[in-house]
Each structure stands twice: as structure tokens, then as C-alpha cells.
């Protein structure tokens, strides 16, 4: 029989998971999945060359967004490496301060960081911290309509969450809580490459919208193989578990062979697809394409997450498989292909 699949454009219900023979030997996240050994401050570059720190410590913690960088002109590259730079440097007070005063005490540093750096007194705005994430935030808001308000929130959004169950009580309670993290690193930088003033910003940021919830969900799957080899806890919403019968101890001892898990896996990932569906239908009168072209670069970052939804349902959405931690070699030339089309 043949194997579930994300729904298509004519068809986006929810699909029942349908009996099949398995082929495939699987592997469980317990000896296969990598640790989160990257979560380390970068080394290179500094106050006296920020662009260095920051490109250093994109392309080793997000190398999908470094690879999506490339697509970025020239100087506006280094401000979005500074943007996601910023996201990486929050992320690690998440993953790597235990201490919640501590957690506290940074996540404040970021706080007077961007007072200063959005200061509109001068003698003010001239004294940014000496970290070279900050001096490249500076720059980009000296030449850029940039707002405050998405880099506050990716701040607020991280410190909140740090105190919060992995776990949420609902799939929606989960979006709601995360995905303005995703909105920040989509919706943020656009201003990099298109005026507010712009007639198009409207319809493009309701586009980036839909986005923002597909990044969200792809986050959700890939953060689950982590949670259960470094801190044995899943994140998988109450409701969810409990509409498939998942028992936690379960997953922890069989990964993808838990009863219920792939079910959970395919509503979760049918989620995702469903809003790329819908920011398809929303460029249908300019026939697929982003317009004004010039944006196409904020819109790359869907390439790697619907990259990552088509592998795990070829991998009968076993997020615990190992060819999910590999790197995919044809990740940039999807980028660049999609780049090249203009198209979402």
C-alpha cells in the first residue's frame, strides 16, 4: 500500500496513515542522533571585524541560513548575517546558561544593546556595546528603516519560553507561543530590501506570515531528536499525543516505532505544508513569483524547511532517522534554482 504524503494543492485535509510493509531498518535516536555540540561562542572576528564573528557563527550553528546569505547583495548580506547572528547569540543563552539569573542578566545585556542602539539622541546612539553583533546592528540601522520591535521581540520570545515545559498543552498554543520567533526572522530584515513604504510590503509580510508558521513546525520536528538524546523529554503537544495514543516512555525507548508517532509526525508536517500551500496561493496573480524580485532573498528560507518536510516523508516520517542529521549536498542548488526561478 502506499505510504502517507503531504497533501497536495486540490487536497489538504488531514490523510489517515494507511498500513505498509517496512522495509527500511530504522535507527533510533539514542545512538544516532548528534548532540548539540555546536552550541559554542565563535572565535573569529571581533569589535575590529564583526562581519567575520558574525558570518563565522552563522555558517557553523545555521548553515542553512548561511547557505541562503549567498543569495543576499552585498552589503545587505552582512547586515541579514548580522540579524541571524543576533538569533544565534540569543539561542545560546538558551541552550547553554543553566542558571536563570544568568540567563537573565544576558537576555538584559541584548535589551540595553538595542535601547542604545535604536536611540534617537546621538551622544546616546554613539555608545553601542563593543560586540561586534551589536556594531553590525548599529550599521544596519544607521542605513536601513529597520525596527525595533522584531529584534525586542526574538528577545522576549527566547526569555520566555527558557522557563516554559517543552511540551505545550496544544499544536496551536505551540504556534502561538513560537512562531513570533519565526515572524521576527522573516518580517524583520524585509525593510533590508524593501522600503516600508512600499506599496508590495503589505502583501509580501501576509506572505512571509504563512512562512513564519511552516519555520515554526519544521523547528518543532527537528528539535524533537535533540530533546530525547540530550535531556530525555519530548516537545510534542498534549493534544497531539493524546489524539495518537503516544506514551512519552515509549518514544524515549522506540523513537519512531512508538505507537502513534508517524500519525503525530504527518499532522504536524501537513501543518507546515499547508501554509506553504496557502503563501503559494497568495503570489497565484503574478503566477508563482515574488514580486519585486528584490525580496526574493527573505523568501529562500522556506527552501530548507519544505527541503526537510519532503526528506521526512520519504523517510516515512521518522524524524529520528539518521539521513535526517546528514548534510544534504543538494540543498544549495535547490536554493539556487529557486533563486533563479523567482518563484516560492
Not at 544516532?32 to 573569529?44: D, E, R
Not at 526569555?159 to 519565526?182: D, I, Q
Not at 506553504?276 to 503570489?283: E, G, H, M, P, S
Request: with cysteine.
Amino acid at each position: 500500500m502506499p505510504k502517507p504524503s503531504f497533501p497536495s494543492l486540490t487536497q489538504r485535509s488531514f490523510l489517515p496513515r494507511l498500513p505498509q510493509t517496512r522495509i527500511l531498518r530504522r535507527t533510533y535516536a539514542t545512538s544516532q542522533t548528534s548532540k548539540t555540540s555546536l552550541n559554542i561562542p565563535s572565535t573569529q572576528g571581533g569589535p575590529q571585524a564583526p562581519l567575520e564573528y558574525c558570518s563565522s557563527l552563522v555558517q557553523r550553528l545555521d548553515p542553512e541560513a548561511w547557505l541562503c546569505s549567498y543569495f543576499w547583495p552585498g552589503r545587505e548580506r552582512s547586515w541579514y548575517l548580522a540579524w541571524r547572528a543576533f538569533n544565534l547569540e540569543l539561542h545560546l543563552i538558551s541552550t547553554t546558561i543553566t542558571q536563570p539569573a544568568l540567563a537573565a542578566i544576558r537576555f538584559q545585556f541584548w535589551r540595553d544593546a538595542l535601547k542604545t542602539i535604536f536611540s534617537t539622541d546621538p551622544d546616546t546612539a554613539r555608545k553601542v556595546p563593543q560586540h561586534p553583533v551589536a556594531l553590525l546592528l548599529a550599521d544596519m540601522k544607521r542605513n536601513r528603516p529597520v525596527q525595533r520591535y522584531y529584534l525586542s521581540q526574538m528577545i522576549e520570545t527566547r526569555a520566555r519560553t527558557l522557563s516554559l515545559p517543552p511540551a505545550s498543552p496544544t499544536l496551536e498554543s505551540h504556534l502561538s507561543t513560537h512562531t513570533p520567533l519565526s515572524t521576527s526572522l522573516l518580517l524583520g530584515p524585509l525593510p533590508i530590501l524593501l522600503p516600508p513604504s512600499d506599496q508590495a510590503s503589505a502583501h509580501i509580510s501576509h506572505t512571509l506570515s504563512h512562512l513564519s508558521t511552516l519555520l515554526t513546525t519544521v523547528s518543532l520536528l527537528r528539535t524533537l531528536p535533540i530533546l530525547v538524546s540530550s535531556k530525555r523529554q519530548i516537545n510534542l503537544p498534549s493534544d497531539i499525543c493524546e489524539k495518537h495514543r503516544i506514551i512519552e516512555e515509549e518514544v524515549l525507548r522506540k523513537g519512531a516505532e512508538a505507537q502513534g508517532f508517524r500519525d503525530a509526525a504527518l499532522e504536524i508536517g501537513t501543518r507546515g505544508m499547508d501554509e506553504l500551500i496557502t503563501a503559494r496561493r497568495d503570489l497565484k496573480e503574478t503566477e508563482g513569483k515574488v514580486k519585486p524580485g528584490g525580496v526574493m532573498p527573505v523568501f529562500l528560507s522556506a527552501v530548507p524547511a519544505e527541503n526537510y518536510l519532503k526528506k521526512l516523508e520519504n523517510l516515512d516520517f521518522d524524524v529520528f532517522h539518521p539521513d535526517l542529521q546528514k548534510h544534504d549536498w543538494k540543498l544549495a542548488p535547490k536554493i539556487w534554482w529557486r533563486y533563479q526561478s523567482g518563484k516560492l
